[in-house]
């Protein structure tokens, strides 16, 4: 399916939420440019992080900025969500495991609520207005933090939960050699780091043969660091949208699925 085929958004505004381990944050978000149409709110993340108080600090959120009830909203969750339910549970109480997210929050809300893997979103932030825009054939973002987290959009139509950071490379978890939280626990220079990442993202590319990597992430900050120090045949690009692209890519999917 083309492009032009998918579903398009409707409207002119959708809201995001992006629920991490140490904040829950919310904006409206227009839908022709990607931008937020006011200021993010950001509340922390209740500890323990159990599904009634995520729900309550969601609710909060929306409840300030006063919204319309056609205005659809999309929730980032740090898991694989499967149809709306949590699957897995990261960062957040491990009582989220098979929680129906979207019914938990339509009840909280009562509004209509898609939630996605939080890694997808901003996946398809960055292809929706990001450093993939109008970038053909398949993308894969890759958001490396505590761990690896991965988006697969090919022709623009998201692969949902991928998971790639879990993919063993040389008999190991990939994530625990290659992410942030890696080179810092092991006291890595960039060039040390990046031959883990070289390896990594050797084994993506015999994969899957993408046309663009896309590289997220709060280390995206310091791109020129390591991404010139890795030698692919597949270009390989910093993320534009950084800490705003949960939001915006929830925010997008929301607004054609909803």
């Known amino acids: 399916m083309s ?4 579903p398009k958004a409707k409207g002119r505004t959708a809201f995001g939420i992006d629920i991490g381990g140490s904040g829950i944050k919310g904006a409206p978000v227009d839908l022709r440019t990607g931008e937020f149409t006011a200021d993010r709110v950001r509340i922390p993340t209740p ?13 909060q959120i929306v409840t300030q900025f006063g919204l319309r009830k056609s205005v659809p909203i999309g929730v980032t969750f740090p898991a694989v969500v499967r149809h709306g339910v949590a ?5 957040v109480d491990e009582s989220w495991i098979g929680t129906d997210i979207e019914r938990l929050l339509r009840a909280a809300t009562g509004r209509q609520v898609l939630a996605v893997n939080d890694a997808d979103a901003a996946g398809y932030a960055e ?12 993308v894969m973002v890759v958001t490396l933090g505590t761990g690896i987290g991965t988006a697969l959009i090919n022709n623009g139509r998201l692969v949902p939960n991928t998971e790639l950071g879990h993919l063993e490379v040389d008999g190991v978890d990939a994530e625990t050699r290659a992410s942030d939280a890696a080179r810092e626990r092991d ?3 960039y060039a040390d780091w990046a031959t883990r990442l070289q390896r990594y993202f050797d ?7 993408p046309d663009l990597f896309v590289v997220g992430g709060g280390v995206s900050k310091k791109y020129d660091e390591y991404l010139p120090l890795l030698h692919l045949r597949t270009p390989i690009v910093p993320a534009a949208l950084r800490n705003a692209a949960g939001i915006v890519g ?9």
């Open 3 to 6: 492009r032009d085929e998918r």
């Open 47 to 59: 500890q323990p992080a159990t599904p009634p108080a995520i729900a309550q600090v969601v609710a």
């Open 87 to 91: 699957q897995s549970a990261a960062n």
């Open 127 to 138: 292809v929706e207005y990001g450093a993939a825009r109008d970038v053909p054939g398949l």
């Open 187 to 189: 006291n890595l220079s």
């Open 203 to 209: 084994e993506l590319e015999r994969l899957f043969s």
């Open 250 to 258: 929830a925010a997008r999917l929301a607004a054609e699925a909803l």
